[in-house]
C-alpha cells in the first residue's frame, strides 16, 4: 500500500447513508469546503434493481462481508455500501418519533432511558427533512403523531383496493389504521410508477426518497462538496494533546491518504461509526476516541422484528405497493399495560422469497402461496444494555454482540395482531422474528448524554 499526498477540507462526512448525505446537503449552502466520503460505489439501475432472485436470493446488493456473534459464529449482515447507504434499499416510510419516545419508558425488562431533549426542540428539523425528501402523508391520520405539526409536502399514498377494504374493515373493529408516511415520488410529474418492489428493493426509476437521490444530488451541484466513492475510513487521527481529531486515514484503490479538517462528521451508522472510533484508538485514547467513558460501541439496539403473513384460502391480493398502511394502536402505554409497539404492512411478499424457508415447494405453489396473503411488520422497541456491542476486530473485522431485550413486550404485541387477523377472516398466520442478521434498524452505540465529562 502506498502513501499519497494529504489534501485539507473544511469539513470531512464520513458515510452518504441519510445522516451523512443530509448534513452534506445542509452543509453544501455555506461556504466551506466538504468531502463527502462512501465506502461503496454507486448502486447501478439495472434489470436486477427489480428482480426478486437478485435481491432475495443472491443478495445481489448486500456487502460482502462476514461479521462474526458472540460465540464466534458467522453471517451476512444486512449492509449495503453504496452512495445513499442502507435508504436505497429501505421502505421510504418515514415516521416521526412520538413525543412520548423521548420521556423514560418503564418496560418489565427495564427502563428506555428519556433523551437530553424533548420531541419539540427536534420538530422544526422534522418538518425541513420532510420537504427534501419529499414525503407523501395525513398529518391528522394517526392519533399518536405529535401536534400541531406542519401538513405533509405531499397527501397520503392512498391504499389498492385489498389493502382500503381492510383499512375499513380494521375501523370497524375499533382500531385507527392510518396512511404511512412514504418518501416517494408519487405525485403529478413524479416518476414513481407504483411497482411491486420497494421494500427492500433499489428503485430503477429514482422515485423512492432515498439519501443520494434526494441529498447527494443536489449537495454535488453546488460546487462546494466533493464525493470520494469505494474509500474506506480506517481510522481518525487525533492531535497529541488527544483534544481534537485532526485528520483521517482513508484507505482508496491500495493507497492510503490522509485527509485533514477542521472538523470531522462520523456518519457510518451505529454500527460501523463505532468501529471507526473504536479502531482510532491512540496514546491519548488508549481504548478509542471519545470513549472515555467505556460507551462506544454499547447499547447495540436495532428493534423486535416480526414478519406475519396472513393467509386466507380464497383471498386474491393482486396488491402491487403494499406497504401503505400503518397501525399504532399498541405503541403507547394503556391502563394496565406496557406499550408494545408498531403494526404496519410490508412490501409485497413474492413466491421466491419463501424459497429459502420452503426449498421443497414448487416454484408456481409458492406464487399461489403469496397471492392468497397479506403481509405485515411487527416492530417493538428493544431496550439498551451494555453488554450488546461492538467489537472492532483489526482493520475490518466487526464482531456484533447481542442477546434480544424487552421481547417480552413484542411476544404480546405479535399474539395481540394475530387475534385480530383471525378476527378477520385470516385462519392461517405463518412468522418469523428476524435475528442478528437484521441490522437495518441499527442504533445506539455511540449515544449522547448530558454529562460535559
Known amino acids: 500500500m502506498t502513501e499519497a499526498a494529504s489534501r485539507s477540507y473544511d469539513i470531512v462526512i464520513i458515510g452518504s447513508g441519510p445522516a451523512g448525505a443530509t448534513i452534506a446537503h445542509s452543509l453544501s449552502l455555506s461556504d466551506a469546503r466538504i468531502l463527502l ?58 415516521l416521526r ?29 422534522y418538518d425541513r427533512a420532510e420537504a427534501l425528501y419529499g414525503v407523501h402523508g395525513r398529518a391528522d391520520a394517526d392519533p399518536t403523531e405529535p401536534s400541531p405539526r ?20 380494521l375501523s370497524a373493529m375499533g382500531l385507527r389504521p392510518f396512511n404511512l408516511p412514504l418518501a416517494i415520488d408519487l405525485h403529478n410529474g413524479g416518476t414513481c410508477v407504483r411497482c411491486a418492489t420497494c ?29 470520494m466513492t469505494e474509500t474506506f475510513a480506517r481510522r481518525l487521527l487525533a492531535s497529541p494533546d488527544g483534544r481534537r481529531v485532526e485528520a483521517v486515514e482513508l484507505e482508496r484503490d491500495g493507497d492510503c491518504i490522509k485527509i485533514s479538517a477542521d472538523r470531522f462528521v462520523v456518519s457510518c451508522g451505529a454500527i460501523n ?11 491519548a485514547h488508549p481504548t478509542g476516541l471519545a470513549n472515555g ?45 406496557e406499550p408494545l409497539g408498531s403494526v404496519q404492512t410490508l412490501g409485497k411478499i413474492k413466491g421466491a422469497m419463501l424459497k429459502p424457508l420452503l426449498p421443497w415447494a414448487p416454484n408456481a405453489a409458492l406464487d399461489k402461496l403469496s397471492e392468497r396473503s397479506i403481509d405485515w411488520w411487527l416492530m417493538s422497541e428493544d431496550l439498551p444494555h451494555p453488554d450488546n456491542r ?18 417480552a ?22 412468522s418469523r422474528r428476524l435475528g442478528i442478521e437484521a441490522t437495518s434498524h441499527q442504533c445506539g452505540t455511540v449515544r449522547m448524554g448530558d454529562d460535559p465529562a
Not at 466487526?398 to 431485550?405: G, K, S
Request: glycine share 8%; proline share 6%.
Open 390 to 407: 461492538v467489537v472492532a476486530e483489526g482493520a475490518r473485522s466487526i464482531r456484533l454482540e447481542w442477546r434480544p431485550t424487552n421481547l
Open 37 to 94: 466520503v462512501e465506502r461503496g460505489p454507486y448502486l447501478p439501475r439495472e434489470a436486477a434493481n427489480w428482480d426478486v432472485g437478485a435481491v432475495f436470493l443472491d443478495r445481489r446488493y448486500r456487502a460482502k462481508e462476514s461479521w462474526t456473534d458472540r460465540k464466534g459464529r458467522q453471517f451476512q449482515p444486512g449492509i449495503h455500501y453504496y452512495v445513499g447507504g442502507n435508504s436505497k434499499v429501505y421502505a421510504a416510510v418515514m
Open 97 to 125: 418519533y412520538r413525543r412520548q419516545d423521548f420521556e423514560a419508558i418503564n418496560y418489565r425488562e427495564g427502563l428506555s432511558p428519556a433523551w437530553p431533549f424533548g420531541y419539540d426542540e427536534l420538530a422544526p428539523y
Open 199 to 227: 421494500d427492500a428493493f433499489p428503485c430503477q426509476v429514482g422515485a423512492k426518497g432515498d439519501a443520494e437521490v434526494r441529498c447527494v444530488r443536489a449537495a454535488l451541484t453546488s460546487g462546494r462538496v466533493r464525493l
Open 150 to 169: 406542519a401538513a405533509y409536502p405531499f397527501g397520503a399514498v392512498p391504499h389498492e383496493p385489498v389493502i382500503a377494504e381492510l383499512s375499513d374493515r
Open 293 to 337: 467513558s467505556d460507551q462506544v460501541g454499547r447499547n447495540y439496539m436495532v428493534h423486535n422484528n416480526t414478519a406475519v403473513m396472513a393467509l386466507a384460502p380464497r383471498l386474491r391480493n393482486r396488491t402491487r405497493l403494499q406497504k401503505t398502511l400503518g397501525l399504532h394502536d399498541f405503541y403507547l402505554a394503556a391502563p394496565g399495560r
Open 409 to 430: 413486550a413484542h411476544t404480546d404485541l405479535v399474539r395481540a395482531w394475530k387475534r385480530h387477523l383471525r378476527a378477520l377472516g385470516f385462519p392461517v398466520l405463518l
Open 273 to 283: 461509526s463505532a468501529a471507526l472510533l473504536l479502531r482510532s484508538a491512540g496514546s
